[in-house]
């Protein structure tokens, strides 16, 4: 929802209880809790146990913005592997009222207020106009290639009833947009939003007899702050890990039937293409050009529309990819389906604390059947 | 090359004030010390004095080697501007107000890389060389300028926004009188200056240099004794809606310490001129130049006071002389966080002794009176807050700097 007068714990109760009711679980089956959230303010995850009736015994408060969930994912599993939780709810939403993202702007970091702020104060849109300027002059992106991007998302957000954009986009709406800041135009920023977004992360033997659908967790990576020489960022710490990612899952690019990756800017996804090995540092322009992007095309990629479509519900927006991965490889999409979806792969990337954005994760998922 | 400024039309009265808004206000304790050098124009970065890196933004540790010894040190401005946006829409209302706003990442050559405002007549990419100056906040903020001069450099928005460039702006002068007051006026009409107000206490009674003060072109004589709250508050009813940098030049110099006979009738008369013709402008002038702040190309910019060096540690031999200056010091610097809330800018201008027939006994070197209308106008054309006129002033703030109960026994010998 665009704006709302509900605080973050309304939204996240709301997403725990749609959780709990589908899984057949009762709130107090959780016995493990992973929360991320902007707006929780003066709460944390601390307070949410005795504000929702919850009693955990593991309890984890992500503050990682748009990598909340892959590292919830990675670490959740940790815990339920060694046995500290049984079943551990994730969750990430945040509130969205008129004036809160002018607010959780000017109270983002340190560094922010200091060094980035007072130059404009374009927020995420400048510093990521920045970043995206400089891929342009370096690889010689055009604004058409992450035009494509758009459009094939906004087409998968179209088959997507919780999107919170619902018309076509079409590539000469995208060219003729407003420039907020350029080389950013309307359409590559995303739409910030409330709500929230939530999974289980439990044993393959209590999601079996609980006769729930699941994925199992093939691999999971994280690093912040990497590259920190490079005087800009073009590329995330996706880079660093990599090869770490595949060969732990005993796959390879090639493998991913869907991908979820964090798009809160077009040139972040064309960067994950890079850096997560589906081409190299440089050929993401070639490559989105040579494909089709859409639910239904050669290289399925943010199918619920992804937060450009769909909204930045704050940190719940960086649950988004992970919860549309999870519908697809167990069969339950509310977008239209991949053909063949098993595997998915999942990336997280998030907070600009300054210039660049300093969280990165990516994990790998498989269909229960599969 | 940047657009020149016109010269802006006649105020129209039935339109609305643009109110001054600030761009953002909070700062960490580290970056305040950014804003300590950029008030003295110098440009500083905090180098690790254990391994030598350099960082940036400001930290409270060496993100080289964990040393929590950083110090800013004056630092190669020079650099590669590798990316740029123009930022066309901000949720904050003072760059709400100012876009379209040019910002680029700048990578210095020591190091570091910045997001910094840039100058209309940088071409990206390319090198540029770096500024710090304080922002209508009071705080550091550093912009990239081109490598060399171009041609109206000045009157590029982004920078005139960090100055408080005379050209096409209406001063004050406060005492033409002085030798001082009569090379600032001078100086300031040279600038561009739309007009230079100089106040005259008593104009019946002639005055050395009266002829030449008058002929400055854009110079207009105005009646003000600092001495007389009358005659300062009829002046600002006269004149205060449209002065938009005001530079108090006037000064009340006697010899002699504490002990010196009639000792309390001459810092009677040095107080009054001082510290409570200070306090007289501040009070007449202040409020309706914070509240012009934002008002277009001729916004209220600065309030500039003349004041001896002496401010900072006292001289005995001019021992009440030294106690209006630190009076004045201190009330400069509650002026200063007086009239921020509207960008206004309080500037000191600290001077050594010059040339006067109070100081005939002070040895040299001594200042000239239009060195100190130089840096007036360098001032206001660098938006720098504290200046130093002259060997003395320099040489009394590197020591102050260093050690300030040092040089209280230097001075004291």
Request: aromatic share 8%; hydrophobic share 40%.
């Amino acid at each position: 929802m665009r704006y709302s007068i509900e605080a973050a714990h309304w939204w996240i109760a709301r997403a725990l209880k749609e959780l709990t009711d589908r899984a057949g679980i009762r709130p107090a089956d959780i016995d493990g809790l992973s929360v991320s959230s902007f707006t929780l303010a003066p709460d944390t995850a601390v307070g949410l146990t005795q504000h929702l009736g919850l009693t955990p015994r593991w309890l984890d408060n992500i503050p990682m913005g748009g990598a909340s969930a892959v590292v919830a994912l990675r670490r959740a599993a940790r815990a339920v592997e060694a046995g500290d939780a049984t079943i551990v709810a994730c969750v990430g939403g945040d509130a969205n009222h008129v004036d809160s993202f002018r607010k959780l702007l000017s109270s983002f970091s340190r560094f922010a207020q200091d060094a980035s702020y007072p130059y404009g104060y374009g927020g995420p849109n400048g510093s990521f106009a920045l970043l995206t300027d400089h891929y342009m002059r370096t690889y010689g992106a055009k604004r058409e290639d992450f035009g494509k991007i758009c459009v094939a998302q906004r087409d998968n957000a179209l088959t997507y009833p919780h999107a919170i954009m619902k018309k076509k986009l079409t590539i000469d709406d995208y060219m003729t947009a407003r420039p907020i800041a350029d080389p950013i135009h309307l359409f590559d920023c995303v739409m910030p939003c409330a709500g929230a977004e939530a999974f289980l992360v439990t044993s393959a033997d209590v999601a079996k007899d609980l006769g729930l659908p699941y994925a199992t967790l093939l691999s999971a990576i994280e690093r912040h702050n990497a590259f920190p020489d490079d005087p800009i960022q073009m590329r995330g710490g996706w880079a660093m890990d990599v090869d770490e990612l595949y060969a732990m899952a005993g796959s390879k690019p090639s493998d991913i039937d869907v991908l979820e990756t964090y798009d809160d800017y077009p040139v972040i996804v064309m960067m994950q293409f890079e850096d997560l090995g589906f081409c190299e540092k440089g050929e993401g322009p070639d490559f989105v050009r040579s494909h089709d992007l859409t639910n239904g095309g050669d290289f399925p990629q943010n199918t619920s529309g992804g937060q450009l479509s769909a909204g930045q519900a704050g940190a719940g927006g960086g649950y988004l990819g992970m919860v549309e991965a999870l519908r697809q490889i167990t069969g339950q999409p509310l977008s239209e389906k991949v053909k063949g979806a098993k595997t998915a792969l999942v990336s997280g990337f998030g907070m600009i604390n300054y210039d660049r954005g300093l969280c990165s994760g990516a994990a790998i998922l498989r269909g229960g059947g599969a | 090359m940047t657009e020149p400024i016109s010269r802006p039309p006649k105020k129209d009265p039935q339109k609305v004030t643009r109110p001054p808004e600030l761009p953002p206000l909070e700062r960490s304790r580290a970056s305040l010390k950014l804003s300590a050098s950029a008030a003295r124009g110098v440009f500083a970065l905090q180098v690790c004095e254990a391994c030598g890196t350099i960082a940036y933004p400001p930290r409270d540790a060496c993100p080289g080697c964990l040393s929590t010894g950083l110090e800013f040190r004056p630092a190669d401005d020079g650099g590669e501007v590798i990316a740029e946006t123009v930022v066309r829409t901000s949720t904050d209302l003072y760059f709400r107000q100012r876009t379209p706003w040019r910002v680029g990442t700048v990578r210095l050559d020591c190091g570091p890389s910045i997001v910094a405002h840039l100058h209309g007549d940088v071409v990206v990419p390319g090198r540029v060389r770096m500024v710090s100056k304080l922002d209508k906040s009071g705080n550091a903020v550093l912009m990239a300028l081109p490598t060399g001069e171009t041609e109206n450099m000045a009157d590029d928005l982004e920078f005139r926004e960090l100055t408080a460039d005379p050209k096409f702006r209406r001063v004050l002068v406060t005492d033409g009188r002085g030798v001082i007051g009569q090379a600032v006026a001078s100086a300031l009409s040279k600038a561009g200056a739309s007009i230079v107000f100089v106040g005259i206490a008593e104009p019946w009674k002639p005055f050395p240099g009266q002829e030449r003060l008058a002929a400055i072109p854009n110079v207009q004589v105005m009646e003000l004794d600092l001495t007389d709250t009358i005659s300062v508050n009829e002046l600002a009813g006269e004149i205060g809606g449209k002065t938009d940098i005001l530079v108090n030049t006037a000064d009340h110099v006697r010899p002699g310490g504490l002990l010196a006979s009639r000792s309390l009738v001459t810092a009677r008369d040095s107080f009054d001129v001082n510290v409570f013709g200070l306090q007289r402008l501040a009070q007449a002038f202040g409020p309706g130049m914070r509240a012009r702040g934002a008002d277009g190309t001729n916004s209220a910019a600065a309030f500039v006071d003349v004041l001896p060096v002496y401010a900072l540690a006292n001289t005995p031999d001019f021992g009440f002389y030294s106690a209006s200056a630190a009076a004045r010091h201190s009330l400069l610097q509650c002026l200063r966080a007086e009239l921020r809330p509207g960008g206004v800018r309080v500037m000191s201008v600290f001077t050594g002794p010059v040339e006067d027939d109070w100081r005939q006994h002070v040895p040299p070197p001594k200042v000239l009176p239009g060195k100190i209308a130089e840096a007036v106008v360098a001032a206001l054309r660098g938006g720098i807050e504290e200046s130093f006129v002259g060997d003395v002033a320099r040489d009394i703030a590197t020591r102050f700097l260093d050690n300030p109960k040092v040089l209280e026994r230097e001075l004291g010998l």
